[in-house]
């Protein structure tokens, strides 16, 4: 299964009539294009959108005198993939904007004033070396963070372990709900369904909670309406009427934030009606493990250590009548009931969980999510009852609150009450990005002993405040304002810095902050015949040069290549990426027999997998990557915090019992939209046409209680800062909810960043848990005024 996004960025293909293109675009003719023929002097080059979309769409390009002039979808092996939508076309401009970077920057005003001198690139790469080499040896290697945007698809593999720096992407991102969810199914990264979503059309209910998924993955969208189509009831759980919401059969509107409340509802009523699989929960879950009653700790052979298939649980083994370890021969498990052992008192995880739920009653549920208690009811009957059930979440509705590892836990004990984990038309987690499909285990570049990394010392968000070591910061995209809330605290820590530098091929807004900025080329760009690599939706793709780097432009290959030489060290790296990706192609995975350099090139970049025909399916054998093998549903180490079983809690900020919601009474939420990705595209023009600036969007009760025209200029604030945007007035957005997409550069705004306002404050006991603490955006309590 993919498990990273680092080398993978959530995955690619769409369905057409979504887009609002004319119909002739989609006749056959346009998708096998014989146009390249007619004219010699245009060459055909294959590659994939790098875009971190949730898409993966794979092009086949027309370059006439060495311009790029058409993008079409490549043929896929499975044809099912060969997409492209807007933000992918309108490269044919974006690609040439004037927001390129043009040349080698050098700063001369303050940080933050975006004064700038053009330099050599021989200047840039000196001053920078020579920098880090000194940081390194003061300092240590340590002093040096690389901060990159998820979007890059080369991130520098070997820079930081030259230096032995440290190296961060979307750290505190999109991990909220994955915390919940994968301390009971193992770590997979970023919590994704079980299956793949070509699965969706054997699922008879499908659930997306707060999951844009016809905007967020648009490629996806075929296997949504497959589904639809087979039968499935689609249900979308979001505050705000979605494009998603518009398509299924059942939007059911949300209090913000109140997500786990919910599913703790739905647990109860799946207990209250004996809607749960015994058989299920004693063979494959932690259910029938005993719990102590004195320390709220699992009862094992040695409770001295760790749990674990060697030290293993204890359940109640009904044949003898004892407790037995859950492993041993023989034993049947008992689900129910409270028991002494050894003058212990215990009871079942599964019993346990039971008296927890008695304060989750229906009528609660309803009250905290304000979703009609017979609503609550016929969803839960819909995702028990009818068949296999998926569960689908995204990243942007429950994760970005400091509350998600609540909704996580819930959804993971929801599948397991129900089965649906390890399922034919089954799943629970994110269903974005294609996030689950066959994959195969490419080789490394391996480099001598002495060069590693230092592992990230801490969420990067958290060295803004506590003690750390790192003197520079080698930002790699737009981290500055993409990978952070609460803009002013990152604006006070980039003071503090010694050395800031920004590789990226547009002046993003991280630029004004940088002592040295580097113009990196587009994924279009190379200096070399190929590219780049990467496993995704089963698939090899392979990404050629299309065109030479745009103005002084350097791909990140050749700047890390370029950088290690200037560091003396970059004997050790590979020569070309070509080289690169031969001995990443060198693994002796069978998924990757017959797949070679040559073999892509003739297969114009994409290859399947040696893996079989039918969608991917996760934990089919009921086992499990924990401890005891099992679905793990009480957590232990979070007995301390109340959280050994889901227990609701309040969001972090936005709710109404926090007072602050008196001076502040508006939830402000920053959604993903089909016009961008995050920050890109907001200077695409022809998708501007279209998108025209960022527009605060509020309902018109609230707008109205202002004052507030429709167009109107307003100011968004609390005590962390402001900006100002037009506004719109919209009845898609629940009253006391405002909303403004992700992503806006500083200078299309009216006034400020939306960052300026979103909240930062981490929840402390998620430090605990695999992914730490999630920055909450979302979280956030704001005031709009008309000005
Ligand atoms: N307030 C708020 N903030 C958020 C979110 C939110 O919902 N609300 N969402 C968060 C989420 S989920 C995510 S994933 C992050 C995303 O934020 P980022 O990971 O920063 O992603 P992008 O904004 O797409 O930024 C990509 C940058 O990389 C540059 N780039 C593109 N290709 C290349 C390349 O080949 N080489 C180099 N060197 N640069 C390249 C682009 O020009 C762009 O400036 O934002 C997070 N920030
Ligand atoms: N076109 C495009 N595609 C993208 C991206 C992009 O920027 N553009 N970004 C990619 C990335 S990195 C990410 S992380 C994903 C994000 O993908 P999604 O998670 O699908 O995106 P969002 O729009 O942030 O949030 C999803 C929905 O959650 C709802 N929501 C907000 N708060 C709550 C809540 O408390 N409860 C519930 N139930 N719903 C709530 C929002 O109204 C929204 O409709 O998209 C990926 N795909
Ligand atoms: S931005 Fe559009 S074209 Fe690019 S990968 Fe995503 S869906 Fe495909
Ligand atoms: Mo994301």
């Given at each position: 299964m993919n498990i990273s996004r680092r080398n993978f960025i959530k995955a690619g293909a769409t369905g057409t009539a979504a887009l609002g293109l004319s119909g002739s675009l989609f006749s056959k003719n346009w998708f096998q294009t014989a146009a390249a023929k007619e004219e010699s002097k245009e060459k055909l080059a294959f590659t994939y959108h790098t875009t971190n979309c949730g898409g993966r769409c794979a092009f086949q390009c027309t370059v006439r005198e060495g311009k790029l002039v058409k993008i079409v979808p490549n043929n896929w092996t499975d044809k099912r993939f060969s997409t492209v939508c807007l933000k992918g076309l309108s490269e044919l401009e974006r690609i040439y904007s004037p927001d390129r970077l043009q040349t080698p920057l050098k700063r001369v005003g303050e940080r933050g004033e975006g004064k700038f001198v053009p330099i050599s690139w021989d200047e840039a790469l000196t001053t920078i070396a020579n920098k880090l080499k000194e940081l390194k040896s003061k300092h240590?290697?340590?002093?040096?963070l690389f901060s990159c945007s998820s979007t890059v698809e080369y991130g520098y593999p070997f820079l930081p372990s030259l230096l032995g720096a440290q190296f961060a992407i979307e750290s505190g991102i999109d991990i909220g709900l994955a915390n919940g969810l994968e301390e009971c199914i193992g770590g997979q990264a970023y919590g994704y369904v079980q299956n793949e979503t070509s699965d969706w059309v054997n699922s008879r209910t499908i659930i997306y909670l707060g999951c844009n998924i016809l905007e967020t993955t648009l490629t996806d969208s075929k296997f949504f309406f497959k589904a639809k189509d087979a039968g499935a009831k689609i249900i979308v759980i979001d505050p705000t009427y979605t494009t998603t919401a518009s398509k299924a059969n059942q939007w059911i509107g949300i209090k913000p934030g109140t997500d786990a409340a919910l599913l703790l509802g739905m647990i109860s009523l799946i207990l209250e009606n004996n809607w749960y699989q015994q058989d299920y929960l004693v063979q494959n879950t932690s259910a029938p493990f005993l719990v102590r009653e004195d320390n709220q700790q699992l009862l094992k052979v040695n409770d001295a250590a760790e749990g674990g298939e060697k030290n293993p649980y204890l359940v109640w083994d009904t044949n003898s009548g004892s407790a037995r370890p859950f492993n041993a021969a023989g034993v049947k498990a008992q689900l129910e009931g409270k028991f002494t052992v050894n003058g212990i008192k215990v009871k079942t995880v599964f019993t346990s969980l039971k008296e927890n739920q008695k304060q989750y009653t229906v009528k609660w549920a309803s009250e905290k999510t304000e979703i009609p208690e017979e609503i609550i009811y016929g969803l839960t009957s819909d995702y028990a009852t009818r068949g296999p059930a998926v569960l689908g979440w995204g990243f942007g509705g429950g994760d970005k609150?400091?509350?998600?590892d609540v909704t996580g836990h819930a959804g993971a004990i929801l599948g397991a009450l129900t089965g649906n984990i390890g399922r034919v038309g089954g799943s629970v987690g994110n269903a974005l990005y294609h996030g689950t499909s066959w994959s195969a285990k490419l080789g490394t570049w391996e480099l001598p002993e002495q060069f590693k990394a230092t592992p990230l010392q801490m969420t990067t968000q958290d060295f803004r405040e506590?003690?750390?070591?790192?003197?520079a910061v080698i930002n790699i995209g737009n981290t500055l304002q993409?990978?952070?809330?609460?803009l002013s605290k990152t604006i006070d820590w980039i003071h503090t810095l010694d050395f800031v530098v920004t590789i990226d091929p547009f002046h993003n807004p991280s630029v004004n902050f940088s002592d040295i900025v580097l113009p990196a080329s587009t994924s279009?760009?190379?200096?070399?015949e190929i590219k780049n690599m990467q496993v995704n939706r089963s698939h090899v793709l392979l990404s050629q040069k299309v065109i030479e780097p745009f103005h002084k432009s350097k791909s990140d290959f050749q700047i890390e290549k370029e950088l290690a030489a200037k560091l003396g060290l970059d004997q050790y790296l590979p020569k070309t990426p070509e080289e690169y990706q031969r001995a990443r192609l060198n693994s002796d995975d069978p998924a990757l027999k017959g797949i070679t350099i040559e073999a892509l090139i003739k297969n114009n970049g994409i290859m399947r997998l040696n893996v079989p025909d039918e969608p991917y399916r996760g934990f089919m054998d009921q086992k499990y990557d924990t401890p005891s093998t099992k679905l793990e549903l009480y957590h232990e180490k979070m007995a301390e915090d109340h959280q050994a079983l889901p227990t609701f809690d309040e969001p972090g900020e936005a709710s109404s019992e926090n007072s602050l919601s008196k001076k502040y009474p508006l939830q402000f939420s920053q959604a993903h939209t089909k016009y961008r990705v995050h920050s890109q595209f907001t200077n695409a023009k022809w998708i501007n046409q279209i998108d025209q600036g960022p527009k605060l969007e509020i309902n018109p009760k609230d707008a109205k209680s202002r004052g507030i025209q429709n167009g109107e200029i307003v100011e968004v604030f609390n005590d962390r800062g402001s900006f100002k945007a037009h506004c719109k007035l919209t009845e898609a957005l629940r009253p006391g909810q405002i909303r403004l997409y992700e992503?806006?550069?500083?200078?299309?705004?009216?006034?400020?960043?939306?960052?300026?306002?979103?909240n930062d404050q981490f929840n402390p006991r998620q430090y605990k848990l695999r992914y730490g603490p999630v920055i909450p955006y979302n979280d956030t309590l704001v005031e709009v005024k008309k000005i």
């Open positions: 240590g290697g340590d002093s040096i609150w400091a509350n998600s506590k003690p750390n070591n790192v003197k993409q990978h952070f809330a609460n279009f760009e190379s200096e070399y992503g806006w550069w500083t200078k299309h705004m009216v006034g400020g960043n939306l960052q300026n306002v979103t």
